[in-house]
């Protein structure tokens, strides 16, 4: 899971994580969401989020063969897993 609550100051604070180098991410437009997509489409694939540039050319790097890089940016999936979670608690 790549998040995790850090006490700062005493409070308890949600933070994404990177998968890769487990730092905080601070800024949503300076992170990615990543998976690897072999061509078929299960169900579901787990995602990474990930910084920009060197933690994403990693993940890229340590995919296994066959499998195409896949990302979106943080900031849009955040979005995204909003407006998905709400409409799946209209059904």
């Known amino acids: ?17 990177c998968d890769v180098c487990s730092r905080r991410i601070t800024d949503p437009h300076m992170a990615m ?3 690897g997509e072999a ?8 995602v990474r ?6 933690c994403l050319d990693t ?5 296994p063969k066959g499998h195409t890089l896949m990302t979106t940016e943080l900031i849009e999936h955040m979005d ?10 209209e059904r």
């Open 59 to 63: 993940f890229e790097a340590s995919l």
């Open 33 to 35: 969401v990543a998976w």
């Open 1 to 17: 899971m790549s998040e995790a609550v850090y006490f700062i100051e005493g409070l308890a604070c949600p933070f994404y994580r």
């Open 39 to 46: 061509g078929d489409h299960p169900e579901h694939l787990p």
């Open 80 to 89: 995204m897993l909003r407006d998905n979670t709400f409409k799946a608690g």
């Open 49 to 54: 989020h990930v910084h920009k540039r060197e």
